[in-house]
């Protein structure tokens, strides 16, 4: 077994200072090797598969959300004794690594054309070798405690052995396959790219009504540019387009069937400007009567919409683009142009030939390439796909079933939505970096896959698909490949399936939905029983994070101010599952100031422990506000295991929080300094104060790893056992004992809390300094022996004389001139007398109640002023109400005050 940090110095600083303890604490962890799972056991592990950052990728509020969520967990499994596996790993990110080397290279002059595949292969290996441990170096900031051991890389041989596997798989059974469909197309990567790496932006364009002649019985367009082209023509439909460039792509224009302007026309024939193609006119639910002219011009190659539509219909499929996004030969006179020159060229052709009817301005989404920065055109493209279908279909079963459930619940529905419809799946990508596609091709178009044994496909005449896999497809087989499918491996039998999938709600289908498709069909068992979804981090105002708002919160940035332990904090308690969350800087400053009053809790309890030689205590609890903590404390275990096994971390961290800060620290503390005046409380208040700090350290560790881990070890270091852990984190996670609540006793205390805190705040409302004692009496009923027994207690917390603090049971008269409190069937009477300066005290309320009354007045004339209600705004209105109610409220509150001092006003 390890042996506790030597570093640690022997005497606890007077303030928690995080930056000297974090990265001491987590080299001291991971050398420890607390965060492998022990072999030893035969519990059922715990298990959770790291969402693989980017490699080249640096840490944002996204990965410190995920990181500190899962660390919770993973934390908490292991102190409730199960060997626990957070298994990490980062992912090649095809496109974002291969751009990072393209302007290295770029700078030096060259490009990957120029220097060759195998060439631009090894630079980016070294690239990744440079670069690619940044991203897990800042993960350990945080406070990650996953099994580096394992740490798992997807182009790695074993996980590139498990992409051949499953390709080959997926191929042999028909749910691969080779095919020209509709992609996401980004002309500046000059490769096709997922849905998640399109991003969408409003944008202010314009929507062109364009007319194409109907072709009737000797008519024939004439030359292009002429400004005759149409001549003759005496019927014409009118097209709405935002795109008037894929107009030479275009094979047919469809109305609705039931839209009586265009019945007559279906079945007509058009001429396509430009080029003069004849296309024609169907009937289609998809044109929509009240958008546009209620004619939709269909172009297949080039809209996800029209492309349904052809297929309905039979319709051709023309593709006129290049890869670079100019126009290819099919676009007639504007071939070999940019697509936005030759819309530029075209527009003005259509008005010379007078087909342009108008240039509507027109707001729209539009699709902009994540990492080309382009707009991203939709194009008709030979790609490789995986038929989807049947893979859903398990998927869905298996969430159906209740053998994986989504957390929150409500994006059951989201899931289900995507995947009864979804489409086949485009897996290749026009990139050298990433996993090259394991299909070689004969001469005559045969194709070869060979399994993930067998060797390379030899032969000069023999050629390998030039593409590679969509980064998603390896990631997709995250869970079980770490592990070492396909092969049987220890790892695998023990591991698999895992526990929890924890990510951000936007990549439920992206990743989780693909995950859960592969792991079923592939391995037979879910990946996963749970997935546990978090939302976005937005800046304090509710925007998304963006370079653009300059609104950007670098997470080092703050741990370098705040400690690693205040940023986890926030983001575990400041949002529900689901739900985004608003980073507050002032929250964090919060968080930073609970551990430092954490610190400060400690220092107190170890300067009284000092005191003593015994290294064990007796925990026999001698006082009203002993068992009360100790109530507490077990009820507060039980709540947080209830919370946290129904998967809400953040309430459980706040209740944490809510009870170091605002009862053991506020009252429980405060209490401990008068219980220590008596000798004969001494031993049993420092065994309460040991053990509830102690085992409040445990329940928070897993939100607070490092100043607990810190202060923890200091607390136990004098007080050790041969069973005593060297680590809070793998020592036993707090379970309550219900033996400890007893509702009477809370009860009982929140009756004596309520007539310090009532005595305290009289003392404010009447500006009392703070070291002046002053007199009070309660009168207390059948609760006088419960008072009487906290005398000591309630003198020292409200500041009362000792000599002048009367409790009874019952008085004849009550006292004149005193503050009453009334608490249930206990009043309290604090004497004004000696307390303040009366006719001084008098004199101000009267003056503050003459300026409220006038203010009163003011309002009420304002609000009875002929045409003031119905004339002035709403909003002002109602501010002269609430005004108006809320200075009532301060005249009944002064003449409350002169009635307490036996005043009238």
């Not at 596996?85 to 990110?93: E, I, N, Q």
């Not at 490789?384 to 209740?402: I, N, S, T």
Request: aromatic letters at 10%; a negative charge.
């Amino acid at each position: 077994m390890s042996t506790p940090d030597s570093q640690q110095p022997s005497e606890m600083a007077k303030a928690y200072e995080a930056q000297h303890v974090e990265q001491r604490l987590y080299e001291w962890w991971e050398r420890s090797g607390f965060f492998t799972p022990p072999d030893t056991s035969d519990r059922p592990p715990f298990v959770v598969s790291m969402p693989p950052p980017n490699v080249t990728g640096e840490l944002h509020m996204g990965h410190a959300m995920f990181v500190t969520i899962e660390d919770v967990m993973v934390r908490w499994h292991r102190m409730l004794g199960e060997p626990t596996l957070w298994l990490p790993g980062t992912d090649h990110a095809g496109i974002a690594t291969q751009l990072q080397v393209e302007r290295l290279l770029q700078s030096e002059g060259t490009s990957r054309r120029q220097i060759g595949r195998e060439a631009f292969l090894r630079r980016t290996w070294e690239w990744k070798e440079k670069y690619g441990g940044e991203i897990t170096r800042q993960l350990r900031r945080l406070g990650a405690s996953c099994d580096w051991s394992r740490e798992r890389f997807t182009l790695d041989p074993m996980l590139s052995r498990a992409v051949r596997a499953a390709f080959k798989r997926l191929y042999d059974d028909g749910l691969i396959y080779r095919g020209y469909r509709l992609v996401n197309w980004s002309p500046n990567l000059q490769t096709a790219v997922s849905d998640l790496e399109v991003e969408y932006e409003e944008r202010d364009v314009h929507m062109y009504h364009v007319r194409y002649p109907i072709v009737s019985d000797g008519w024939s367009p004439g030359g292009w540019g002429s400004g005759r082209w149409a001549a003759g023509a005496t019927e014409f439909i009118t097209v709405a387009t935002t795109r008037p460039e894929t107009i030479m792509g275009d094979t047919a224009v469809a109305v609705n069937p039931n839209d009586p302007r265009y019945q007559h026309l279906i079945g007509r024939t058009v001429a396509l400007p430009a080029i003069g193609r004849l296309i024609p006119i169907i009937a289609d639910d998809y044109a929509d009567p009240e958008f546009g002219t209620g004619a939709v011009k269909i172009t297949p190659a080039h809209d996800p919409n029209d492309y349904l539509v052809a297929q309905r219909h039979h319709l051709p499929m023309i593709n006129i683009m290049n890869a670079d996004a100019t126009l290819n030969a099919e676009a007639g006179p504007y071939a070999g142009l940019d697509r936005f020159e030759a819309r530029r060229r075209l527009i003005d052709d259509l008005e010379r030939e007078g087909l342009l009817v108008e240039a509507r301005p027109h707001r729209m989404s539009v699709g902009i390439s994540q990492r080309g920065g382009e707009v991203v055109e939709p194009l008709l493209s030979e790609q490789w796909f995986v038929r989807a279908g049947p893979l859903a279909d398990l998927a869905l079963a298996a969430v159906r079933e209740g053998r994986t459930r989504i957390l929150p619940e409500r994006f059951e529905k989201v899931f289900f939505h995507w995947l009864e419809n979804i489409q086949d799946w485009c897996i290749s990508r026009q990139l050298w970096w990433g996993h090259r596609i394991p299909v070689w091709y004969t001469p005559d178009g045969q194709m070869i896959v060979p399994g993930p044994d067998d060797p390379d496909p030899q032969g000069e005449e023999l050629v390998q698909d030039p593409d590679v896999l969509d980064t998603w497809f390896s990631s997709a087989l995250w869970p079980f490949s770490t592990l070492g499918w396909p092969d049987d491996t220890p790892d695998m039998r023990r591991f698999y399936p895992t526990s929890v999938m924890e990510t951000g709600y936007d990549i439920l289908f992206f990743w989780v939905a693909r995950m859960m498709m592969m792991g079923c069909y592939l391995t037979g068992k879910t990946p996963f029983h749970t997935v546990y979804l978090h939302g976005l981090v937005r800046d304090k105002d509710g925007r998304k994070m963006s370079k653009t708002y300059g609104n950007v919160v670098n997470p080092l940035d703050v741990i370098d101010q705040y400690g690693a332990d205040a940023l986890r904090f926030t983001l575990a308690t400041s949002s529900s599952p689901g739900q985004d969350l608003n980073l507050n800087p002032e929250r964090i400053e919060s968080a930073r100031n609970f551990a430092n009053k954490l610190w400060n809790i400690t220092r107190f309890v170890l300067s009284k422990l000092d005191d003593t030689a015994d290294r064990t205590f007796d925990l026999q609890p001698a006082t009203l506000a002993d068992r009360w903590i100790l109530s507490r404390y077990h009820r507060l275990a039980a709540d947080v295991d209830r919370l946290m096994q129904a998967y809400n971390f953040g309430e459980a961290g706040r209740s944490i929080q809510e009870f170091l800060w605002s009862e053991f620290a506020d009252w429980y503390v405060e209490v401990a300094k008068v219980q220590f005046d008596q000798e004969s409380l001494r031993a049993s208040t420092r065994a309460v104060l040991y053990t509830v700090l102690e085992g409040a350290l445990r329940l928070l560790h897993p939100f607070m790893p490092f100043v607990t881990e810190e202060a923890w070890r200091y607390l136990v270091r004098d007080r050790r056992s041969d069973d005593t852990p060297v680590s809070i984190m793998i020592a036993s996670y707090p379970q309550p004992d219900t033996s400890w609540i007893d509702e009477s006793i809370e009860r009982d205390w929140a009756l004596v809390q309520a007539l310090i805190t009532g005595i305290r705040n009289i003392r404010t409302e009447y500006k009392v300094e703070p070291a002046r004692l002053i007199a009070a009496t309660i009168v207390a009923g059948a609760q006088t022996a419960l008072i009487d027994a906290q005398r000591s207690i309630i003198a020292r917390l409200a500041r009362i004389g000792a000599d002048r603090l009367m409790i009874a049971e019952s008085l004849d008269q009550r006292p004149s001139h005193a503050a009453t409190l009334v608490i249930g069937s206990v009043e309290a009477y604090v004497p004004l007398a000696g307390m303040i300066d009366l006719e001084a005290e008098r004199a101000r309320l009267l003056k503050e109640l003459e300026a409220a009354q006038a203010e009163a007045a003011r309002r009420e004339a304002r609000l009875t002023t002929p045409g003031f209600v119905d004339k002035a705004p709403a909003a002002v209105v109602q501010r002269e109400r609430d005004g108006l109610a809320a200075v009532r409220e301060t005249i009944a509150r002064l003449q409350d005050r002169l009635a307490q001092q036996g005043l009238h006003s």
